[in-house]
Nanobody, 125 residues
Framework: QAQLVESGGGLVQAGGSLRLSCAAS????????TGWFRQAPGKEREFVAA????????YYLDSVKGRFTISKDNAKNTVYLQMNSLKPEDTAVYYC??????????????????WGQGTQVTVSS
């Protein structure tokens, strides 16, 4: 079983940057693929980015490509989401999830077995 804790959220002006962290205890990230999702009020949880177990492959929502970067530091057992050029529409609670499964695609939240509690990102215009 994995316990995940997200951090790094906050309030930032449009065009600014934030780096979210997802720290894991229990199993290490080297055994999991990891995804970042976000959920705005009144909306469904939306895929943002994912990184494969080996870190060899990354995947992004089209609207964040070129602005967001997902990375993994196995030594620190932490996955990061670097978010640059933030826009008001990026405002949401951001969640990290981990999965051992290969069922469903990376962008499907049903693939993920464990989730963190979320961290709020607010981008002001």
């Amino acid at each position: 079983q994995a316990q995940l804790v997200e951090s790094g959220g906050g309030l930032v002006q449009a065009g600014g940057s934030l780096r979210l962290s997802c720290a894991a205890s229990g199993r290490t990230f080297s055994t999991y693929a990891t995804g970042w999702f976000r959920q705005a009020p009144g909306k469904e949880r939306e895929f943002v980015a994912a990184i494969s177990r080996s870190s060899g492959s990354t995947y992004y929502l089209d609207s964040v490509k070129g602005r967001f970067t997902i990375s993994k530091d196995n030594a620190k057992n932490t996955v990061y989401l670097q978010m640059n050029s933030l826009k008001p529409e990026d405002t949401a609670v951001y969640y990290c999830g981990v999965t051992l499964s290969s069922s469903y695609g990376y962008s499907n939240p049903r693939r993920y077995d464990y989730w963190g509690q979320g961290t709020q990102v607010t981008v002001s215009s």
